[in-house]
Nanobody, 124 residues
Framework: QVQLVESGGGLVQAGGSLRLSCAAS????????MGWFRHAPGKERKFVVA????????YYEDSVKGRFTISRDIAKNTVYLQMNSLKPEDTAVYYC?????????????????WGKGILVTVSS
């Protein structure tokens, strides 16, 4: 069992930056792939980015490439999402996910466990 808690959201102006954190509990954190998803108002939840268990491979949705960076600190059981050059269309509730492996052919991209989400609002 893995429990995930997101933090670091808030209100930022367009062009600004935020760093989200996802703290995980559970002894097997280092063996899980981790991901970030977002749910914008009136839209379905969408994949944003994922990182494999070792941190050696990352996967980005096209609209965030070059602006967002995912990383993980195994010693701290935490995964981060650095978001730069934020745009109003990045406004959403961001969810952290964890799963045995990144699997883009499934709706959940292989994620089994989910945090409760955190709101990011980008003003124009």
């Amino acid at each position: 069992q893995v429990q995930l808690v997101e933090s670091g959201g808030g209100l930022v102006q367009a062009g600004g930056s935020l760093r989200l954190s996802c703290a995980a509990s559970g002894r097997t954190f280092s063996s899980y792939a981790m991901g970030w998803f977002r749910h914008a108002p009136g839209k379905e939840r969408k994949f944003v980015v994922a990182i494999n268990w070792s941190g050696g491979s990352t996967y980005y949705e096209d609209s965030v490439k070059g602006r967002f960076t995912i990383s993980r600190d195994i010693a701290k059981n935490t995964v981060y999402l650095q978001m730069n050059s934020l745009k109003p269309e990045d406004t959403a509730v961001y969810y952290c996910g964890a799963g045995s492996s990144y699997y883009p052919l499934s709706p959940s991209y292989g994620m089994t466990y989910w945090g409760k989400g955190i709101l990011v609002t980008v003003s124009s």
